[in-house]
DNA sequence: TCGACCGCGGACAACGTTGTCATGGTGGCG
DNA sequence: CGCCACCATGACAACGTTGTCCGCGGTCGA
């Protein structure tokens, strides 16, 4: 082992001021006065300086500056659902883009919808001393975070609103999206319109059956519980809510897909079928252009959600110190077909 | 202002042991055993520290810690091209879900492959002291980490190998994937078979291309150059590449898409056309089943690569100081149908 | 010739935390 | 009573860095 060790000189230990400053015969005020550009130092000394800190491979520790400095890391804590999925990835990387215009950085983490691990992860960002706090809310409950917010780490979140406590929130327009895909349908004829959404305790699932039901009630639709089928859906479940409303005496001739998980399996058990409903379904995605007949969607910018969250967080760490703000960005109807089938 | 302060009293600076310690009429130290669990305090102290605590929204400086324990901020540091596209996010998810088992955090960027940004964020990531680096590279210069790898950081590279470094390195079976695709092509009766590549400069798009020559030559088809095209492909350039290889005297009746982005656009141009070439895609993507036919794919697990790359970065956090090891992942053909399609 | 000033460099403390060691008090036991 | 063990707690240094202040030697103007 002592040939190893003396074949590949592998240290352990990186180098510090010190040991540069050591090796360079200087003190370490200098070495940092080197590294750090200040004036007063000769260009000879310096030159030794910067030799010495590439011979040992010295990089220095920004954890230490921060903690001496106490200044903070310019980084953000950013609290998704899952970063595999297009949502939390795109958002990822708006907030990646805003934070590297002022040269921020951006620790993530997935919290798979469990409130536990929201709150774990929030928590830990906040010991490592984030500057500001992104969260996707996974539960209901974030009064863990009032003592960060109260000592001064802003938190925004998205997509749905925090639980108890007030907060700056930016959210999707998601009531006024299914309702716009109700006047659209009724618009083409069709007065049997089916809704599939998510489970209502999700906050935009909720929001988005409250659409639909606005958006009925002001077509002059009557309102029928057969035509509304929420919960979890997985492929199965999707092809048995699809059959289920478009089948019986008085079938749905129309179908709003709640998510776009929904719609990719709504689109799935419809591969096969001869005759089709209209289709618009909720999210944008990718592809939606390819199958046939296109599918018709209540788009909204994603990347513009972790922009405008980035605006308000920067917002609160240059000061502003007034009422929470919500910021809803607005859904539109993206028509590529399959939303304007007619009423067979 | 001073009645603004006064109504909301918001704290600038975060609590500290020594506040906490203040407050409760105790030390420092026995704080700091309280926060860590450390034995030797009596329950009425610990009971009255606690409620300290709770009161300040006091939560430890996790840097301030590491700094003083000597010990890692177990964190380790994702380099990606751009987190958005499904490749990257799958992976980070992986690499995160790694982490997580063993209680570490994630850093990620996107250098959107520019190799200066690449380098900027791994110097930056080291700088942060991370414990480890995972690099999808951009550029082909890596001496850059030689030192921080000679200083203890292992750094290990994913889907593509670094430059002027050795170093464990995760890779898919890239040139076997599309030998693999010519020769199911040629079993299903096609002699003509176009490959439409990236620019050869980029190391996957080089070893399919060279996994498509010798796919070709193992069938003993001769060579054509007017059937390959490789370089940038948008939309009109893929719509060019693929009118160019289908038209002419001898047309391609099979094409191999070099990557899921070009499948895609090869799809979009091929939308409205009457007679199809088959077709098989490098790298699966969602929804490849709902399109029409749908598409035959070479699949490889983006999952498995993050988790392999965080194998051997733990390896080397273990003690493991063998020769650097390169691990490759297998590639296989799905068949959907669009790969299927006989020679017409 | 003297004082003022500048260029260059170093000593020291401090950021918030934890490891090491010391201290004072209490109880048991011979 | 004397001794020791043990418990609860605190004082202090140190992690790597930077801000503040100070000193030394030289130059310049009066």
Redesign the pocket.
Known sequence: MTTLSAVEPRRV??A???DV?RLA????????RV??D?????????ARVVACIEQLG????LG??D????SSSKTIGLVLEDVANPFSSVLTRAVEEAARARGWHVLTGSSDAQPSRERELAVEFCARRVDGLLVVPAGGQHGYLAAEMRTGTPVVFLDRPAGDVVADTVLVDNAGGTAAAVRHLHAHGHRRIAFLGDAPQIFTAAERLRGFREGCARAGLGWDDELVVMGPHDAPGAARALARVCGGERPATAVIAGNNRITVHVLRALAGAAARPALVGFDDFELADLVDPPVTVLAHDTAAMGRAAMELLFARLDGDSGPPRRVVLPVRLVPRGSGELPCR
């Not at 010295?58 to 520790?61: A, K, Y």
């Not at 903690?67 to 106490?70: A, K, S, T």
Request: charged share 25%; proline share 6%; aromatic share 2%.
């Open positions: 230990r990186r510090t001021m010190g400053a015969g200087v003190s370490i005020k200098t070495v940092s590294v750090n200040e004036p007063g130092v000769h260009p000879a000394t310096a010295f990089r220095r520790h230490a500056r903690l001496r400095r106490g």
